[in-house]
């Protein structure tokens, strides 16, 4: 049992929108920046957003992050087929003091 | 720019402990502003958050680890180095090395390597 919720699957068509939603409290996301990865098929995890809602270089706006009280969003516009991943959210813990990380969310691009 | 590698056994005795070595490339360990960690992930699950050090030496554990993990670095070979002492079947995962902003955020990172326990 994560920390963090996720759902755990989420789909749409391609070049629609989807949202992924990662809950926690005010002890992990209440109290820190949250950063999302993106983890394609058979691949390392990879940064898609840093502290809420900024990209690194190289990631596409489609990728949108944004932080409300003890919940984050990682929004993907313009879904492709190469979107199909695992997504995860994560921040830090000051009550367990750990790093922890949502169960991740396998996103289906029909 | 700066990029990660694992290196290691891939096959563990129960019982025995697991090393496994980050080697950077690409920019220095001790450039500051950067904490070095281990992450894994068990077959087919989540990401799980191991540890991180700093160039300087100072550690954080994951508190359910705590009690097994000792993380070091060399800061010399650009290199930083995972113990995990009586390990179990329990501890089979992809186990990932990745260079950590501050403590905000893990980016980039090595392309992970399978330890798996077994006799």
């Known amino acids: 049992q994560s920390v963090l919720t996720q759902p755990p699957s989420v789909s749409a068509a391609p070049g629609q929108k989807v949202t992924i939603s990662c809950s926690g409290s005010?002890?992990?996301?209440?109290?820190?920046?949250v950063s999302w990865y993106q983890q394609l098929p058979g691949t390392a995890p990879k940064l898609l957003i840093y502290e809420n809602n900024k990209r690194p270089s190289g990631i596409p706006d489609r990728f949108s992050g944004s932080k409300s009280g003890t919940s984050a969003t990682l929004g993907i516009t313009g879904l492709q087929t190469g979107d199909e991943a695992d997504y995860y959210c994560g921040t830090w813990d000051s009550s367990l003091s750990a790093w922890v990380f949502g169960g991740g969310t396998k996103l289906t691009v029909l | 720019q700066v990029q990660l590698q694992e290196s290691g056994p891939g096959l563990v005795k129960p019982s025995q402990t697991l090393s496994l070595t980050c080697t950077v490339s690409g920019g220095s360990i001790s450039s500051g502003g950067y904490y070095w960690s281990w992450i894994r992930q068990h077959p087919g699950k989540g990401l799980e958050w191991i540890g991180y050090?700093?160039?300087?030496?100072?550690?954080y554990y994951n508190p359910s680890l705590k009690s097994r993990v000792t993380i070091s670095v060399d800061t010399s070979k650009d290199q930083f180095f995972l113990k995990l002492s009586s390990v179990s079947a329990a501890d089979t995962a992809v186990y990932y090395c990745?260079?950590?902003?501050?403590?905000?955020?893990?980016?980039?990172w090595g392309q992970g390597t399978l330890v798996t326990v077994s006799s």
């Open positions: 005010s002890s992990n996301i209440g109290n820190d920046y």
């Open positions: 050090i700093y160039y300087s030496g100072s550690t």
């Open positions: 990745a260079r950590v902003f501050g403590t905000n955020w893990f980016n980039p």
